[in-house]
């Protein structure tokens, strides 16, 4: 049968729909055709540039009509930089287009017709949340700058400001400019490998509003580096703590496993609903801590605890979901896989005086089929795994040990689909409720967090 669509075609197409990195997709008799720089909305004219079996890719060529969701951004980055994707989208047609996402998703894949989504829990301030930003350091025709990537590629746009940055994070990247430039340090090149000063990585504390900056350089000797951390300091007196960490990786990972602190504090303490969260330059943190604590705080509440419950928190991370449940249950075990995140969460148990949570480090899909099978009997499991959701034998274990209530959160509606028909299609469970919540705003992520319970 000959293709619908062909490469190099020209053809007119209303965008419908957002694609995961903030593409636009247009539907072409049924056909899906993604479209990089449009917004659900608009009228426009492709040439297509990719033809796959299930599939196209589209160049536009022309803009037909505008959609009414879109606005200017206000970046003035936008058009070039990598790091949001959808700032041309009002932030309340944003969220809408969120959480029809998740409503689609879940009805499309999940092929659950009749569950309400309840409203997206959107952002007061859109802008400025992130607690964390990592920024390049780079040459531009001999002048030092710091920025971010260009979209698709390594080519740094300097950066003045980043409006989801904290305001405070720019005159940081400055000063750390200006010491590059007065004392002559060889900035790193990532072509060959060579030079010295890769990225400036800013850490905040949401709660103190304490500041950890952190030089990333591609060898252990920084020249003058204390006077650095002393010009920072008096520029900024929340700085509390500043790192240089060496990577000397040819790779595009930004740091590396040593870190020497060059002045002040080890560690910023941020604080999730009252209870205390270490944060060191490699720790895993989320990165927008506002939105975080009103996900989990829906999280808790979906599990609806009462002191008498042993609770599995699969996934786990650093403890932040696992210690919150652990005040509200008898007990509470996590289970993650990564090492230094296993640590830190018994770190943050400990800082937090929680007694009733204990870390195992493992794979989700070994380790609960195996408490599955020693008798463990968990009232409920939360999960909130990456991006790939669930191993199958995540589900199976679930299914065998039956827990009342599953509290599911997810960074990725499709594969939170795909695992809860298979969780649902057993017959022992109910898909009860849907809340999806922005945490990254002007980018096309959503977080989605559901509760099941038994049938
Ligand atoms: N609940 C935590 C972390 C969620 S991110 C929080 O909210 O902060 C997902 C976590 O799953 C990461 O910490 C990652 O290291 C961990 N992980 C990835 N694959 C895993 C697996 N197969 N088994 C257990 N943990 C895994």
Known sequence: MDKIIKLNDEIELDIVDLGDAGEGIGKYENFAVFVEDTVPGDKVLVKITKAKKSFAKGQVIKLIKESELRQDAPCKYFEDCGGCQIQNIK????????????????????????????????????????????????????????????????????????????????????GVKKHIIKFDVKVYNRKNNSGLVRNVVVRKSEATGEYMVIIV??????????????????????????????????????????????????????????????????????????????????????????????????????????????????????????????????????????????????????????????????????????????????????????PEKIVYVSCKPSTLARDLKILCESGEYTLEEVTPVDMFGHSAHVETVVKLIKA
Not at 341 to 368: G, S, T
């Open 91 to 174: 932030y309340e047609n944003q969220l809408k287009l969120k959480e029809n996402k998740v409503s689609n998703i879940i009805k499309r894949i999940g092929g659950f017709t009749g569950v309400e989504i309840n409203p997206i829990i959107g952002m007061e301030n859109s802008f400025r949340y992130r607690n964390k930003g990592a920024f390049v350091v780079s040459k531009i025709d001999g002048k030092v700058v710091i920025g971010l990537y260009k979209k698709k590629s390594h080519e740094v746009i300097p950066v003045d400001d980043c409006l989801i940055q904290d305001e405070k994070v720019k005159d940081i990247l400055e």
């Open 217 to 402: 350089t591609n060898g252990s000797k920084l020249p003058m580096s204390k006077v650095l951390a002393k010009t920072l300091v008096e520029g900024n007196d929340k700085i509390v703590s500043v790192y240089q960490n060496i990577n000397k990786k040819h790779s595009s990972e930004i740091l590396g496993e040593d870190s020497k602190l060059l002045f002040g504090q080890e560690k910023i303490i941020d604080e999730i609903d009252g209870l205390k969260f270490e944060i060191s330059p490699l720790s895993f943190y989320q990165v927008n801590s506002v939105q975080t604590e009103k996900l989990y705080k829906k999280a808790l509440e979906y599990c609806n605890l009462s002191r008498e419950e042993l609770v599995i928190d699969l996934y786990s991370g650093i403890g932040t979901i696992s210690l919150l449940l652990a005040r509200e249950a008898k007990e509470v075990i996590g289970i993650e896989s990564v090492k230094p995140a296993v640590v830190d969460a018994r770190q943050n148990a400990k800082i937090n005086n929680i007694e009733n949570a204990r870390f195992m480090r493992a794979k989700a899909e070994d380790k609960l089929p195996e408490l599955v099978k020693d008798g463990f009997k968990p009232e409920v499991i939360v999960l909130d795994p990456p991006r790939v959701g669930c191993d199958k034998k995540v589900l199976d274990a679930i299914l065998e040990v039956k």
